[in-house]
């Protein structure tokens, strides 16, 4: 949130914040773009401006929140009366928005032990519908935040529709997506989009340092400049110099390089450096690894069957058969493909 002396969470967003409060038209929003980038924050800090009792008047920070008024406080102790973020169980606590902070929710959610949901549900959005009916607790307006939006499922998402098309006097909607093209066409529809790119590399750099991130130029890259990424594989444990050391561990078979890894995760990582591989293939910079730890193999077409079994193993992650094999063999194709695609090797 914005703090008292307006200082943000996430300094790159101030520029998108000033300009989506200020063009703001239509009483719903759609922040979309990449993740990792902090689609969320922007969303709440948006949330907490229009709440805010004493919003900036003038200068570059037009309409932000105070961070000291009584309605800055509620929002930033999450018991905002006119505040409700819908997000899916799975993410509420890893966000740091415990189940206690939703208005409308009773113990029933908390009572039962089943495995927090990672899609927005039904029963969330008909708590949405009674929030949306009530009138406003401290008269300034009520914003509701959808997180991530491609969460909802259908028929969340067609019962949520209906608050969009005809919302009551003073709600406002903020969604966020990072596959916004993936929502149904007449959510998109009635909200006016706020796009949010990747930042500068600067400020990431220093926020990274400042989160205490070690080798935040290689992590930063190594995420495709998404800074929130970036800091969520260091505290995972990944390590600069251990990204660095994987294109030479992939070309020697050291398949132990990434045996740490959660799957998903790790398959990703070679898809990254398939990439990067395909890249120098052709002449051009790679985007996640420093050059100089990149082998300069001369032939893409034995990188794109390596690039294709990822992919495919990619759809299937979350449903691991055996992760310590597959993970074996595709670290072993992508070591042959890469001594293909040397030729210079092959007589070795
Ligand atoms: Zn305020």
Redesign the pocket.
Known sequence: MVSSDQTLPLPWLAQSLSQALATARSHALLVQGPSGVGQLDLALLLA?SWL????TQSGERRGW?????A??KLFGSHTHPDFMLLVPEALREQIGWGADSEPGKDGEAKASKTKPSREIKIDAVRGLLSFAQATSARGRAKVVVVYPAEALNTVAANALLKTLEEPAGLLRFVLASSASESLLPTIRSRCQPVPLGLPDKAPCLQWLQEQGVEGADVLLAAAGGRPQEARDWFEAGLRATAWQQLPQRLARGEAAALSDWPQARAIDALQRLCHDLLRVTHGAEPTYFPKASLPQPKLAAPLHMWEASLRQSARHAEHPLNTGLLMESLFAQGQAALREASPRRANA
């Open positions: 907490q805010c009792e004493q919003p929140a105070c961070g000291q008024c309605s800055c």
